[in-house]
């Protein structure tokens, strides 16, 4: 095998408006033939995918960064006028040749080259220019020091490559990644890529194990911030967290849980309308699939009067949200149980009377049995009226006072004889019946 290198491109939305990106595809493959009818035929093999182009430069050269300038000259990404989004990711690494590839890829080669090509172009934002350490090593050894007649300026220069870290993609692949952008016109100089960190698609921190230590993917996701977050971890102090942030945190513990129980403040609809910005019930649902444990058990307490829970089903406003907010559970298994929060408030007050440790941030929470508690502030709802969604988390491993009170504050709940089941049909609407506490 040998080492070649590969660009992808593909335009953004061209599967979703196709009447409308579809001159703005024809105009980018015309510009990508016309750049390429310049090359020598034995440099490079180019198949086109509907919206965008994978090439092989079968030798060593700065072509592939200089298509990708040429097209950001063509189609520049920081102007309204520009209709459409790019993204290009370029790779080098080892492939080899393979006639039968081409029916895959529509060249004849297969390795990590055109693999890792394609998941850069996956990572890639709007206007997006992201190479592999590979790519951007050699481009710098090789052409670091060389001004292209051109463009007259230097396209090599360290100045325009962003040293982003190690992203993880597709099977938990790491790939090292460099983001090649300028923003700052000049004499000579055009606006190309895009300066802002792609955001992570697959999720960071769901592409890591969990197991015992909670905080080593915050080491990873925040590194400036690790040393910070571990003693506030430690010392139970709140963590905000944007509601993104949120859903992968979620995906990542829920990955390694067996049984997880919740408390639930807040309305179904409301619920509802939270799960569908961050998937938050997907995730579980995702647990409850790979589970393979027979009497796996899950249940949310909901923490509100039960007229108000029947208010929210029963207002035409809120009634789909709130009808698929039950739905779920019943179709997961997942035991949705109701209490008084007036009841929930005396547990609190008579373990406070009985444990002088016990103490909790929140009765609103999320348990992974043996593993961790999370306990909420704000969980759904937007602070001051903010268009960011943040909440305030306070986190404790299995070893933690915090984690040993919300067990036994939990433990309390589903113990009570107040506590009710709530059922649901669909032309029945909600129903609440005394909890045989099957658990």
Known sequence: ?????????????????????????????????????????GELQTSFTGDGAIIWFRKDSILPLQM?????????????????????????????????????LGIPVWGKGPTFARRLCDLCDDGHILLDENAYKYFI??????????????????????????????????????????????????????????????????RIDINSDLVVPFDLFLESEALSLKKKIDNGEEIVLLDESITNL?????????????TNLLLPSKFQEYQLRTSYLNCQANM????????????????????????????SKTRDLSTDFFRWHKEWGVTLL????????????????????????????????????????????????????????WISDSNAQYYKNSELFLQELLSSKELWEIQFEDKVGVDFVKWDHRY
């Open 1 to 41: 095998m040998e080492y070649y290198n590969f660009l992808c491109i593909d335009i953004i939305g061209s599967s979703i408006e196709v009447d409308t990106q579809l001159n703005n595809i024809e105009d980018l493959l015309k510009k990508i033939k016309d750049f390429l009818s310049t090359a020598n035929e």
């Open 68 to 104: 990708a300038l040429k097209i950001h000259e063509k189609f520049p990404q920081c102007t309204e006028e520009q209709s459409f989004g790019l993204k290009i990711g370029i790779a080098r690494d080892k492939a080899a040749e393979i006639e039968s590839a081409k029916s895959i």
């Open 141 to 206: 050894k090789n052409y670091g020091k060389i001004t292209h007649d051109q463009f007259g300026f230097n396209i090599v220069d360290g100045r325009f490559f962003q040293d982003l870290g190690e992203f993880f993609v597709k099977h938990r692949k790491p790939v090292h990644v460099y983001n090649y952008c300028n923003t700052k016109k000049g004499k000579g100089l055009f606006s190309f890529g895009n300066m802002d960190i792609p955001r992570d698609k697959r999720g960071l921190i769901d």
């Open 250 to 262: 979620y995906h990542a513990l829920f990955e390694d849980a067996t049984q997880y129980d919740s």
């Open 288 to 315: 409850i699939r790979r589970s393979r444990h027979e009497d796996f058990k899950s249940v949310r307490i909901m923490v509100l009067d039960k007229l108000l829970i029947l208010k929210d089903w029963q207002n």
């Open 338 to 393: 109701q209490i008084d929060p007036d009841r929930s408030l005396e547990i609190v007050r008579m373990l406070e009377d009985r444990l002088p440790t016990f103490y909790l941030k929140s009765t609103q929470m999320g348990f992974w049995k043996e593993k961790y508690v999370m306990q909420f502030e704000n969980f759904g709802t937007s602070e001051n009226n903010n268009s960011d969604k943040r909440n305030r988390i």
